[in-house]
């Protein structure tokens, strides 16, 4: 896992200044590789840069950027090629200096062009020169697991493994109003926009191609996971035994390819299904193998560790709990906003900080998780809520007359009785919804009116037509949802739509950005794209049903995992941020960051909408309002720190 960073002049040569430039933004990512870093002028008008955390292969023959005598061809690579040894096999006629992957990859780009990271089974975003064709190739994984910033203008091109090695080098920081009001629904900005107007993400399973010819770029899909247009297996007792034979296989694969490393492995175990499912294959090629699991000392509700070493015993590994205080949070909260170059409300990446950070101290360097399993087997609440929607019938109304007293009871997520009244104020409020509107209203915080009441400068103020930044938001809204179509009846679809938005977007992100921000690398075996492939050719049928979320998954391994595990709920991995709101933040929020005089002065935000939210916090029917007011409270840190120079 490392940091990439490139720089394409389309005109002047490159200076000393700008040379200069380049490496003080180069330690913007260092804490992604703090065991080397590096860049070159490829020549007079490209420099390519790296920061490296050594995993295969640690020697300084696998450093980057990699690159042959005459500079012919050069790659930075950030990821892991876990196939790697089956092609190097393949390579005969090549003197390795090295015993990493990168320099596998580094000729098969060489020898097959842009087709070899179809060959790629792991995650990875790169960026590769080629002499010969004088082009250069940018791309990233099929899911999305590491990320790729890219930035154009008259001038040049510019491309990076996180948003705040850019900023450098632009003219200008424009704020993209519509990712705004986006990121105040979901708390995240999805791919390929970003919160800069000039910034984009290259989508997972995409590549960019710079032709140095013309410095034009050409921007295209090389891969696109997709749902069978006919059904390949039919619902029977048979194809689902047999299904849950070949995920223990393919997944007992993944796990297999995700422990070859040079330095000390580990993984994650929260005690769910997902990580003990990773823990019980990893335990069976690792003897004593390293698990860490977060508690949270303060608050048992939030706090599963109980249930991770009912796992650890069975499994008979090295196993730690890092229990946590309010107090450790908060002391660690700061730092958690300080990483994140993008806003990003997604809360529980304080818990993720922590956790990446305490596993890194005990001298770990790289993790395997469980992330990614709940979009592809179909694992949230939401899911189960949508599943019985569609097989309510009459239900489904009926359950829409109670929303006038779900909507006055008291709803928050901070204990067993409101969270089921907000979630079954959610789903009488979802019931009345077509799919598409459905979803994105149970993928959200807060829903469109919300948002624009938030906002200084509605979106939604002209009634004769829609303007311009309300018709880029319905452009893109559909974008991200035209998986679910109109009237289909395949539940795949609302599961696509998850691994095409929320995985990259929110999971993804929240692990790459606190696991790197404490130089960890994060490995996801449920998301080796065999499994994920094989999956979504399944029915609907094998992963839920009225009384099961991933059921595939959870039969698959239920012969080998405690049963202690199962018919328990789902609590997610969740802060207590109303706690905090009403008491130890409480002068941070009111004097720091939504004052009435930084609020008018900055000129975003709605300060009337602003009081009303705090006021709601502090009500018996708090709702999502702690979770909206931290989103709030992540864009202003955000806009202080690269806004207000002075700070």
Known sequence: MCGILGYISKQEPVSDELGKKFRQALQELYQRGPDFQNFIQINDKILFGHTRLSIIDTSENANQPFADDNFEHVLVFNGEFYNFQKYRQNLAEVKFKSTGDTEVLFHLLTKHGDSAIEKINGFFSLAFYDKPQNKVLLARDRFGIKPLYFYEDKYRFVFSSELKALLPFLTGKPIDRVSLFTYLQLNYIPAPFTVLKNIRKILPGEKVVIDLNNNKCKTEKYYTLQIPERKLVNVSRSNYENAQKKVRELLRQS???????????????????????????????????????????????????????????????????????????????????????????????????????????????????????????????????????????????????????????????????????????????????????????????????????????????????????????????????KNIRKNSTDFNEYLLTDVNLVLPNDMLFKVDSMSMANSLEVRVPFLDHHLVEYVFSLPYEFKINSFMKKKLLQDAFKDILPSELYNRPKHGFEVPLLKWFRNELKEVIQNKYLSKEMIEEQGIFNYQAVQLLIKQLHSSNPGDSAARIWALIVFQHWWKKYYLTNE
């Open 255 to 481: 796990v297999q390819q995700r422990l070859v490393t040079d330095v000390p492995l580990g993984a994650f175990l929260s005690g769910g299904i997902d990580s003990s499912v990773i823990t019980a294959l990893a335990s069976q090629e690792v003897k004593n193998l390293n698990t860490f699991s977060i508690g949270f000392s303060d608050e048992p509700y939030f706090d599963e560790t109980h249930y991770a070493q009912i796992v650890a015993d069975k499994f008979k590994t090295n196993h730690t709990v890092f229990k946590v205080s309010n107090q450790d949070l908060i002391e660690n909260l700061f730092e958690t906003l300080d990483y994140i170059d993008e806003p990003f409300a997604d809360s529980s990446a304080l818990a993720v900080y922590i956790l990446c950070k305490k596993v890194k101290a005990a001298g770990i360097k790289v993790a395997l998780s469980g992330d990614g399993a709940d979009e592809v087997f179909s694992g949230y609440n939401k899911h189960h809520a949508e599943y019985k929607l569609r097989n309510m019938g009459l239900l489904a109304k009926g359950l829409y007359w109670l929303y006038p007293l779900l909507k006055i009871l008291p709803k928050s997520r901070n204990n067993t009785v409101t969270n089921a009244i907000r979630k079954l104020y959610k789903l009488a409020l979802g019931a009345k919804l077509k799919p598409k509107e459905r979803y994105w209203l149970w993928a959200s915080i807060a829903n469109e009116e919300e948002a624009d009441f938030l906002l200084k400068q509605h979106f939604f103020e002209q009634q004769q037509r829609l303007s311009d930044d309300a018709y880029e938001y319905k452009k893109r809204k559909e974008l991200w949802l």
